[in-house]
């Protein structure tokens, strides 16, 4: 991130042009802009900020036509889509009508909170106290920064140019007005900035249409009882609106007359819970790596416990002296404490040495990726219970044994009861093999997705027991011949007799065949078979694989 230097060279003293331009509005509104009954804001919007927020997480120029889509309709796009047509409301369709060569891209609120917190904090370095409205339109007080740099008009340029040359955002508008609401209409009137008058919040509010209150049934509604503007809806009684339209109607009213009653309210800056050391001389050995972050480790656990939350998934990034970078987020069933995090950066620090990380250690990053409330995670009234006694004992064992020491099973995707079983670390959660993809695809094809249709596979309930090493067997008709299957999947003969090794059985019931053809387009890995149920004279039912000319047995039904 850039340094917001032209900001500051304008609170030395430098003035920018447009704020030079209006320096004798500003400064004749000074005095009068800290009236005792009003509160002052100052907006900043900056249009199209989901278009924004995707540049700048991606690292690209949005300088082509972008538009992102949520429930099919259009809720930012770029000037470029603009300009081709494309406009906020608009369906999909409409809009790539619009625009042959516009991308589409998904909305996310995640990505824009938090590409937004880099504006909020590059707009507090200069002016304390802002209030997040939402993302992409935040608001200050503008009587104490105004006084400090001399007008309005400058304290409105000197944000913007804080945040245009620090963060690279194209596109951004102030507005100050006497109340949130007028002054977040004024930003969308600025060019860039737009600062109405005290006392000139109802005029400036009265000619622009209803549908800025931002309520869809009163948007619709008033224009058909010939209330198109917010004047006109202004002009109506506060009695008789509160009558018809209930409390909601009565505070749309108030802002319509430009008596906004809300005032800005600052956020609370979240406690700074990272903690990152770096190594001087650089470290090569994985045990001087451990007992040197021992204490950042408990420094990074105490703070969380003075905030009142507890860490449940954390990311630890390990910077090598060739700039290696190794990043790993861990998870555990409980919290993590301090020796926990020790553990973590160990087995990182032994899993990368000589694949991810050719070099010596020199810094540690540690960062709480999810936290939880505390109180979530305290003793019960009769102690911690059986399943926090398990977690300790297994993690103890864990820590001595290293990550992969301890070892739960899960199930994971595919078609064959082989590769379905996952062993997965303690502490990993099962969400993990979902994120994973569950167990590997035969023929080194990486992991199989749990999430598929998987057609062929085993319905539940699955095999008690399954082979590791499917076991060879025969299976047999009543004269003595092999059953077969034909191309029509045609039985040669029912199955009578089960031969597992020197033991014969005797088949009492038995079920199939079930065809699995997969990967036809693949002639190296294509695999034909047909399953059965076989359920032999002890009672014991089998799960068997016809491949070829050869039987299988592939689990067991205890």
């Known amino acids: 991130m850039k340094s917001p230097e032209p900001a500051v060279d304008a609170l030395r003293g430098r003035r920018t042009p447009a704020a030079a331009a209006s320096r004798a509005v500003g400064r004749g509104a000074r005095s009068p802009a800290l009236p005792g009954d009003g509160d002052r804001c100052l907006v900043l919007w900056f249009p199209g900020w989901a278009v924004t927020a995707w540049a700048l997480a991606e690292g690209v120029d949005a300088a082509f036509p972008v538009a992102v889509v949520a429930a099919n309709r259009v809720v930012a796009c770029s000037p470029e889509a603009s ?19 516009l991308i589409v891209l998904p909305a996310d609120e995640a990505r824009d909170n938090r ?23 935040c608001a200050l007080r503008s ?84 209330v198109h503007t917010l004047g006109e809806f202004a002009a109506l009684g506060a009695p008789a609106v509160r009558d018809r339209f209930g409390e909601h109607g009565h505070r749309l009213h108030l802002l319509a007359s430009g008596r906004d009653p809300r005032l800005v309210r600052p956020r609370v800056p979240p406690p700074e819970l990272t903690r990152e050391q770096h190594f001087e001389p650089p470290l090569a050995l994985v045990d001087q790596v451990a007992f040197t972050v021992r204490g950042m480790a408990e420094e990074f656990i ?146 199989a997705p749990v999430d598929r249709p998987w057609p062929g596979r085993v319905p539940d309930p699955l095999p008690s027991a399954v082979f590791g090493e499917p076991r060879p067997v025969q299976v047999l008709t009543a004269d003595g011949g092999t059953v077969g299957v034909g191309e029509r999947g045609q039985l040669s003969g029912a199955p009578a007799v089960l031969v597992d090794g020197d033991t014969r059985r005797r088949v009492r019931g038995w079920a199939g065949p079930w065809p699995i053809d997969e990967r036809t387009w693949d002639p190296s890995r294509h695999r034909r078979a047909h399953r059965f149920q076989v359920v032999d004279d002890a009672g014991t039912a089998w799960l068997l694989v016809l491949q070829g000319a050869r039987w299988w047995a592939e689990g067991r039904y205890d």
């Open 143 to 226: 009587r104490g920064f105004s006084g400090y740099v001399g007008s309005e008009a400058e304290a409105a340029e000197v944000l913007l140019e804080a945040v245009v040359t620090g963060l690279g955002v194209t596109t951004a508008r102030a507005g100050i007005a006497d109340g949130l609401f007028t002054a977040l209409q004024a930003a969308y009137a600025g060019d860039p900035v737009r600062i109405v008058p005290p006392g000139g919040a109802a005029a400036f509010l009265a000619p622009l249409p209803v549908s800025r209150l931002g309520d869809e049934t009163l948007a619709g509604l008033l224009p058909r009882l010939g």
């Open 83 to 101: 300009a081709e047509g494309v406009a906020t409301g608009q369906r999909r369709r409409e809009a790539q009508s619009r625009c042959a060569d």
């Open 302 to 447: 105490t703070a969380l416990t003075a905030a009142g939350l507890a860490c449940t998934e954390l990311r630890v990034e390990v910077t090598g002296e060739q700039d290696e970078l190794v990043v790993r987020t861990w998870l555990t069933p409980g919290v993590f404490e301090a020796a926990a995090v020790v553990d973590r950066i160990r087995w990182q620090l032994q899993a990368a040495a000589g694949t991810g990380l050719h070099s010596a250690v020199t810094s540690l990053r540690l960062e709480p990726v999810v936290v939880d409330a505390l109180a979530h995670h305290a003793p019960g009234l009769f102690g911690s219970g059986t399943d926090e006694r398990v977690h300790h004992v297994l993690s103890r064992v864990q820590a001595m044994l290293g990550h992969d020491g301890v070892v739960t099973p899960r199930i994971g995707g595919g078609r064959w009861l082989a590769e379905r079983q996952v062993l997965v670390p303690w502490g990993d959660r099962p969400a993990t093999v979902q994120e994973a993809g569950g167990g590997a695809v035969p023929g080194g094809a990486g992991p």
């Open 115 to 137: 590409e937004f917190s880099a504006v909020v904090e590059c707009v507090e370095r200069l002016a304390p106290g802002v209030q997040v409205v939402r993302p992409g339109v």
